[in-house]
């Protein structure tokens, strides 16, 4: 098992470019969410999905998109970066949204907006 | 709404210290309760847990007790070693559906030979 796997590692990108950050996972499970974290303030939950077709937003979900059409599967989209995005970001599972679940964390993106 | 409160770093030891980081919540309903460790360049791992009032999370020489009546999920290790310099969050995960994990701010845990 790989667990949870991010790509790309590292990103610089320029204000008003868009991207695409890979999350995938291959322990089947039905719950996949985003939080990104910055200094001081934790991580918070950008977007989250609790099985394939179905996707909600968390705390912060301006200037984010995302899409489940696997269950294995869920990147995360900038529109058009912004500096108030630098940020590391983090994919996270769980089996499912029950709250005693233990959610892995992928290696995260680490991405600066300039 | 739910939050976490965790004591504020960076907390510097000597190697066999005695290790407490203070975590306190606020939250409705009955939430499963998370100590989170990242190593430098590395995502969060799950260090512990404990999902009802009580219950005693334990693992490599790590414990918190989940304490309804305190609010309370402090993190206590009783002789720190140099690997175990990480930042340690403390996390919530409450009753709704949504698998949110709520995380405290983290605190950076330096530990000197």
């Known amino acids: 098992n790989a667990g949870v796997t991010q790509t790309p590692k590292f990103q610089v990108l320029k204000t008003g470019q868009s991207m695409t950050l890979q999350c995938a996972q291959d322990?089947?499970?039905?719950?996949m969410s985003w939080y990104r974290q910055d200094p001081g303030m934790g991580l918070r939950l950008i977007h989250y999905?609790?099985?394939?077709?179905?996707?909600d937003q968390g705390e912060v979900p301006n200037g984010y998109n995302v899409s489940r059409s696997t269950t294995e599967d869920f990147p995360l989209r900038l529109l058009s970066a912004a500096p108030s995005q630098t940020s590391v970001y983090f994919c996270?599972?769980?089996?499912?949204?029950?709250?005693?679940?233990?959610?892995?964390f992928g290696p995260g993106t680490r991405l600066t907006v300039l | 709404g739910d939050s976490v409160t965790q004591m504020e770093g960076p907390v510097t030891l000597s190697e066999e210290a005695c290790l407490t980081i203070n975590c306190t919540y606020t939250a409705t309903g009955y939430p499963s309760l998370f100590w989170y460790v990242q190593y430098p360049g590395e995502g969060l791992q799950l260090l512990l847990k404990a999902t009802k009032a009580d219950d005693k999370g334990s693992n490599k020489g790590f414990e918190a007790t989940y304490r309804k009546e305190t609010t309370s999920f402090h993190l206590e290790k009783g002789s720190v070693q140099v690997s175990d310099s990480a930042v340690y969050f403390c996390?919530?995960?409450?009753?709704?559906?949504?698998?949110?994990?709520?995380f405290g701010q983290g605190t950076t845990l330096q530990v000197k030979p």
């Open positions: 999905s609790v099985g394939a077709g179905i996707t």
């Open positions: 996270a599972s769980s089996y499912n949204a029950v709250n005693y679940n233990e959610q892995f």
């Open positions: 996390a919530l995960k409450g009753s709704s559906n949504t698998g949110k994990l709520i």
């Open positions: 322990m089947n499970h039905e719950y």
